[in-house]
């Protein structure tokens, strides 16, 4: 269960940042400033975040 775990981390993380990377390469181009930009990574990221742990809690209980 700890390599799923892992695994699950792992792609999250990756989740996470790909789409930062895509929203702020999009919204750059429609001219949004930093700001907003900043504030869009830090809600998809934890958006990212709680469904990884969600996800990360169902693998936790599954083992017991």
Known sequence: ???AR???AIAWAIIA???CIAVVIEW?????E??????ACAIYTAM???I???IDQT?????K
Request: with cysteine; aromatic share 0%.
């Open 6 to 8: 892992i695994i699950n």
């Open 59 to 63: 693998i936790k209980e599954t083992k």
């Open 52 to 54: 990884g742990a969600t």
């Open 28 to 32: 750059h181009h429609k001219g949004c």
């Open 48 to 50: 990212a975040t709680g």
């Open 17 to 19: 940042v790909t789409i």
């Open 34 to 39: 930093v700001k907003s930009l900043v504030i």
């Open 1 to 3: 269960m700890k390599r």
